[in-house]
T-cell receptor
Framework: EAGVAQSPRYKIIEKRQSVAFWCNPI?????LYWYQQILGQGPKLLIQ????????DSQLPKDRFSAERLKGVDSTLKIQPAKLEDSAVYLC???????????FGPGTRLTVT | KQEVTQIPAALSVPEGENLVLNCSFT??????LQWFRQDPGKGLTSLLL?????REQTSGRLNASLDKSSGRSTLYIAASQPGDSATYLC???????????FGTGTQLKVEL
């Protein structure tokens, strides 16, 4: 079974530029999560989708971050404009409907200079 | 608000030693607890998930225990190997949406 796929793996941008990350969850997993992990900290949830609907985006900085999951499968997370403090690893995870265990992708390491 | 704490923050042991990593959480109303491993520059690998009805879960040389009433979980690693060197994170689901609240991790180094 293929795992959670993410791209790109690394991205370096200047502040005020925009960037987008892509995630393809495990086939059949209805729930998709985006987490932000700042160096030395545990991951923090940004947004959770159930199929193509948003379940929780309470910690998403909506003035600059946006995410979508149009067909209930893959998802994109966008930052516009980026700030220095957005430098982090962005992790995507998925889980089957009603199943609790989450499976994580390899992450995208973003550096904002 | 759920808070998850992991002690110690870093640990260095010689190869072959048995070791225990600790995780504590403030809100005991959880339905499971998950332990993850994270290698440098990589994503998270799920190691063990313990349901709230379980006391222990084992996988190979790993054994995780859960005591909901005291808000604690431990991850026991037997006969440690250099390949076990990584950061170990525990996490509990928070809120009805199943979002995970993570600890800050224990960075383990197993030396030859």
């Amino acid at each position: 079974e293929a795992g959670v796929a993410q791209s790109p793996r690394y991205k370096i941008i200047e502040k005020r530029q925009s960037v987008a990350f892509w995630c393809n969850p495990i086939s059949g997993h209805a729930t998709l999560y985006w987490y932000q992990q700042i160096l030395g900290q545990g991951p923090k949830l940004l947004i959770q989708f159930q199929n193509n609907g948003v379940v929780d985006d309470s910690q998403l900085p909506k003035d600059r971050f946006s995410a979508e999951r149009l067909k209930g499968v893959d998802s994109t997370l966008k930052i516009q404009p980026a700030k220095l403090e957005d430098s982090a690893v962005y992790l995507c995870a998925s889980s089957p409907l009603w199943e609790r265990e989450q499976y994580f992708g390899p992450g995208t390491r973003l550096t904002v200079t | 608000k759920q808070e998850v704490t992991q002690i110690p923050a870093a640990l260095s042991v010689p190869e072959g030693e048995n070791l225990v990593l600790n995780c504590s959480f403030t809100d005991s109303a959880i339905y499971n607890l998950q332990w993850f491993r994270q290698d440098p520059g990589k994503g998270l690998t799920s190691l063990l998930l313990i349901q709230s009805s379980q006391r222990e879960q084992t996988s190979g040389r790993l054994n995780a225990s859960l005591d909901k009433s005291s808000g604690r979980s431990t991850l026991y690693i037997a006969a440690s190997q250099p390949g076990d060197s990584a950061t170990y994170l525990c996490a509990v689901p928070t809120g009805g949406g199943n979002k995970l609240t993570f600890g800050t991790g224990t960075q383990l180094k197993v030396e030859l």
